[in-house]
């Protein structure tokens, strides 16, 4: 069974979905070079790893992936602590993206605090999180932080709003969502027409907005509905 959300994973920027800011700041990264640690925090389905991936990708970083709800063991960020002491192939510098981070306990995050300044010259962290007041606050300090949430729906309400951070507006948004789904819809092999997608994505909001906070659902939902119509 086809998943568009996982099969066709963005492979470039411009295939996400992001506010201008957010998107103008990954770009410039990924371009130069010219970063240092970062937290990449937002709900579920926001993009954080997607984007640590192209990051790591379009750069010339050597790009190491941990998967830290997997395996949160003191033990094993000791090893990736001690991983950041050796050269790399080709002296490139290192990226590595700590997945899920808010799962490692705040006792062992500590490990990283004097790795992150001492190893800066050859070794960048990229920590992906779905609540950064998990992340103890050395770290934070020590990193530039990318909010990935593009709003939320506030309680006991059904509508969306947007994060006051957002530079954009709701229906520009929308469009944003409307613009992606195209594309993965595309490569899945449906060429929807405006008026189409237009009703699918009405349905899918109407009644709960939630969708829109998340993009990974919202294309789920589409995918579903496409299905649904061709079975």
Known sequence: MIN?????????????????LLRKRL??????????????????????TTAARILGNLSSFSTIEEDCAKDNSKARMLRVA??????????????????????IPLSAQKIFNKTMEDNNYNTIFVFCV???????DPIVSRCLTLNFDIGHIPKNKKHFVLNSYVDMTKKEWI????????IVAERAGNKLSDNHLNDIMIRTYTDNEFYLTDCRRFIRSVEEQIKMETT
């Open 27 to 48: 770009e410039f990264y990924a371009k130069t070079g010219d970063f240092s640690h970062l937290i990449l925090t937002g709900d579920t389905g926001v993009g954080k």
């Open 175 to 182: 469009e944003e969502l409307l613009r992606i789904t195209r």
């Open 82 to 103: 001690k991983g950041t002491t050796t050269g790399t192939l080709f002296g490139t510098k290192r990226l590595i993206i700590m997945d899920e981070f808010h799962e």
């Open 4 to 20: 568009w959300s996982f099969d066709y994973r963005p492979k470039s920027f411009d295939d996400m979905a992001l506010y201008p």
């Open 130 to 136: 779905n609540d950064i007041n998990k992340v103890a």
